[in-house]
């Protein structure tokens, strides 16, 4: 039995994929306070990630992140904004693509836009924390990330995200092996 335990657990980890995103929660940043900082094209006060568009602001307990005591407003003060970072990836692998996100109010402020390698996806998020996800296929050895708000957003904030994460979808062949000591391990336990 301590032998079928064992093999399923090393299964479950095989199976597992690694966030291939550094500081998806936005906590490793130059920002002490609980309320809100700005940062502008080009500041690099974000651990990992390049600010693009016009600015964003890492927001405090102040704003209930999701997680944590940071989450990043992609709009600013004011915006649009954009955050985007380089993963290492496999060509022809394929990644999911995840982050919460929520807004305080205004259609505008609803939109949030996404990418990893051709794959782009919008999505229009709610007033309350949900997770939204897509898959994509990377095209070379690195791929960037970019998360916007709608270009045309010139307001002051109140577009939320955290737990930001890229994992790899794991291949059917491995889950197929991994499936096939399984039940091997099972029936030599029945035996």
Not at 41 to 50: A, F, L
Not at 79 to 93: D, E, F, I, K, Y
Not at 153 to 164: A, E, L, Q
Request: proline share 4%.
């Amino acid at each position: 039995m301590k032998s079928l335990i064992l093999l399923a657990a090393i299964a479950v980890g095989a199976g597992a994929s690694a966030n291939l995103v550094s500081n998806g929660g936005f906590e490793a940043n130059n920002y002490p306070g609980t309320a809100y900082k700005t940062y502008n094209v080009g500041d690099t006060g974000i651990n990992n990630w390049m600010v693009g568009a016009k600015s964003v602001d890492i927001v405090g307990t102040s704003y209930s992140p999701l997680s944590g005591s940071y989450a990043l407003d992609l709009v600013g003060s004011p915006g649009p904004g954009q955050v985007s970072q380089a993963l290492v990836t496999n060509p022809g692998g394929q990644y999911t693509v995840s982050f919460w996100a929520r807004h305080t109010g205004g259609s505008i402020n609803s939109e949030v836009n996404a990418s990893l390698a051709a794959t782009t996806q919008q999505f229009n998020v709610t007033t309350s924390w949900a997770q939204y996800s897509f898959v994509a296929t990377a095209n070379s050895l690195a791929e960037n990330i970019s998360i916007w708000s709608n270009p045309n957003n010139s307001s002051n904030g109140n577009t939320f995200i955290d737990d930001v994460s890229v994992e790899a979808v794991p291949e059917p062949a491995t889950m197929a092996v991994l499936g096939l000591g399984l039940a091997a391990a099972a029936r030599k336990r029945r035996k």
